[in-house]
């Protein structure tokens, strides 16, 4: 995977003919070309897939709950997961050392190396190039279609058992130029460099070898900066739930009179979705150890805990439509049941049509 001229991640091969069987091997594993649904669980959600419990919580360590996104949740599970033995190590992203403008996959085996993992990056980053086939141990976490990719990978690699994967709810992908304009707020060389974390949901942050430091809501970076070059791709992606994941955590917003997320600094709370049996009982694990302070609650209230989730997954039949008629490119997906949600929610899918026409008509788009 190469940033392409654009700050986008793009698959690579050398022109080496020998390499058709990965090519071959590539197109059953790219979730950028389609997806089929996971097997599902013993109960299904029309939107947000299967699971078999839902919680709402935290990470129970005051500091590792401050220090991690939304509550800390999957941080204290990576932590937990190394110390007790049931992985030998942790895959999932961090900023550079020598960069820190720069998300890159790492592969940790100490707690303080699970430590750098915490809070998100709102960058381009493959952490799936660092899978092995065979005999691994490894816990993964990374965004929904990564996940997707690493269950393939060890399908065709005919592991016997899944390696345990965690998961984020995911909103796109942002440019790498994003990062790099906001870096441009400080004279210097950065030295520090967060999306997020540090309190809930915490401000981006930069930091220059001079000391000098500069940060700005989360909220406003995302709707001023990363979110407006989030890649098209992304927003014709059936998975910003991580459904393939064992385990897939987002933000339990908290929301005004109106049903709107505040955004207003609190202590982090985390939805927590078990999406297999192996993930529940990680997490009642987890829970009777005091590694996670968790609650159980419905499946039905995710809807409007996360209503930009749903909303993109229920008018997205409208986009992937859209987007073939005008003659665009468009993944093939398979038993998530994309009609039947767009009929059932007309209004969202005319007002996604229109959009995806006037983007794709009218609109530059940084990359496909």
């Given at each position: ?111 303080d190396g699970v430590t750098e993992l915490a809070g998100s990056r709102y960058a381009p980053v493959a952490v799936a190039s660092v899978f092995k086939a065979q005999g691994d141990t490894t816990a993964w976490c990374g965004k929904p279609c990564e ?222």
């Amino acid at each position: 995977m190469q940033l392409n001229a654009d700050g986008y991640l793009r698959p690579f091969a050398p022109e080496d003919q020998t390499l058709s069987l990965q090519a071959d091997e590539f197109r059953m594993i790219c979730p950028g070309l389609g997806l089929t649904a996971p097997m599902k669980s013993q109960s299904q959600d029309p939107v947000f897939g299967r699971y078999v419990t839902v919680w709402a919580g935290y990470a129970t360590d005051p500091g590792t709950r401050f220090s991690g996104a939304s509550g800390g949740v999957l941080t204290a599970l990576e932590r937990w997961l190394l110390e007790t033995g049931r992985s030998s190590s942790v895959v999932g992203a961090r900023s550079q050392a020598t960069n820190p403008l720069i998300t890159e996959p790492a592969r940790v085996e100490t707690s303080d190396g699970v430590t750098e993992l915490a809070g998100s990056r709102y960058a381009p980053v493959a952490v799936a190039s660092v899978f092995k086939a065979q005999g691994d141990t490894t816990a993964w976490c990374g965004k929904p279609c990564e996940v997707a990719a690493i269950s393939s990978m060890e399908r065709i690699g005919g592991a016997e058992h899944g390696s345990i994967k965690l998961s984020f709810f995911c909103a796109g992908v942002p440019s790498q130029d994003a990062t790099a304009e906001f870096a441009k707020q400080v004279a210097s060389t950065p030295v520090e460099m967060r999306y997020r974390g540090q309190g809930w949901p915490g401000n981006m942050y930069v930091r220059d070898d001079e000391g000098t430091e500069y940060q700005e809501r989360y909220i406003d970076a995302w709707h001023t900066r990363l979110g407006p070059t989030t890649q098209w791709r992304c927003k014709l992606c059936v998975d910003g739930t991580g459904e393939w994941a064992d385990i897939a955590a987002g933000d339990y917003w908290i929301r005004d009179d109106a049903g709107q997320p505040t955004f207003e600094e609190a202590e982090g709370e985390s939805v927590v979705i078990a999406r297999t049996q192996r993930g529940d009982a990680l997490l009642r694990e987890a829970i009777a150890d005091g590694v996670l302070t968790l609650r159980p609650i419905e499946m039905s209230g995710l809807a409007q805990i996360q209503r930009h989730q749903f909303i993109r997954r229920v008018s997205l039949g409208a986009r992937l439509f859209t987007a073939g008629l005008l003659g665009k490119g468009v993944p093939h997906y398979s038993g998530f049941g994309i009609l039947r949600s767009t009929l059932r929610n007309p209004a969202q899918n005319v007002k996604a049509g229109v959009g995806t026409f006037w983007r794709l008509t009218f609109k530059r788009l940084r990359s496909r």
